[in-house]
């Protein structure tokens, strides 16, 4: 999932380069909201492994 978030920041900074402002939004906003998906996502893992030992 990291992978896709940071394609995506990839995506908006080419984008923002190139002047297409709407796009390079769209892909930042996409790239935050699996960014913190993942975020939560790593936290709950990290949280099992622990309840696990």
Known sequence: MLKWTLIFLVIAL?????????????????AKVIFFIFLVLFVIS??????KR
């Not at 080419?14 to 996409?30: H, K, L, R």
């Not at 990290?46 to 309840?51: E, F, N, T, V």
């Open 14 to 30: 080419i984008a923002a380069i190139f002047g297409f402002g709407g796009i390079a939004a769209g892909a930042a906003t996409i």
């Open 46 to 51: 990290l949280i099992m492994r622990l309840a």
